[in-house]
């Protein structure tokens, strides 16, 4: 049914154009992020989360229902079938969509819709903000790291970052008056 690891078309088709967008790479980032520091049984179930959206992943767009899953994106076959009455479409719901078992040898016999990309998104952040950890942590960007935040210097230095963001934001908003 799929083609044995490495499947190169998988990436290039399926998650190339996807990670090129910003605001994808950043919701699969996240989706990682959230499994630091987590119970086994929430990492399985971000897994699960990750597989119905960044593999699996369907939305609607206007009254249409379009594919933005990678592993639909770089199967014809399955992306065709899943649009087809075959296959039970729920709404995303990460609280609910985290607990389906899931078949990796053959077509989904059920996939999830999100409103919009924007509210799987929004969702899965909100679910991510459920699991139980000790810490928070943040991807810098500027140092590439990984950065936990469990002291009140680190909230202090994310918060200078954030202040200096909305600096920027708010002069490029007074250049557009």
Not at 93 to 107: A, G
Request: aromatic share 12%.
């Amino acid at each position: 049914m799929y083609t044995p690891e490495p499947d190169i078309c998988h990436e290039l088709l399926g998650h190339v154009p996807l990670f090129a967008d910003p605001g994808f790479a950043q919701f699969s980032q996240e989706i990682g992020l959230a499994s630091l520091g987590a119970p086994d049984d929430y990492i399985e179930k971000l897994a699960t989360v990750y597989w119905f959206t960044v593999e699996f992943g369907l939305c609607r767009q206007g009254s249409e229902i379009r594919a933005y899953g990678a592993g639909l994106l770089s199967s014809f076959g399955e992306l065709k079938y899943s649009l087809t009455d075959k296959p039970k479409l729920e709404p995303f719901l990460p609280e609910k969509t985290c607990l389906q078992k899931y078949p990796i040898t053959e077509f989904q016999p059920v996939y999830y819709v999100a409103e919009s990309f924007d509210d799987a998104k929004e969702k899965v952040r909100k679910y991510a903000a459920t699991i139980p950890r000790p810490f928070s942590v943040r991807y810098n960007p500027y140092t590439q790291n990984i950065e936990v935040l469990d002291s009140t210097q680190q909230l202090t230095n994310l918060a200078d970052t954030i202040s200096g963001e909305i600096g920027i934001l708010c002069n490029a908003l007074r250049k557009m008056e």
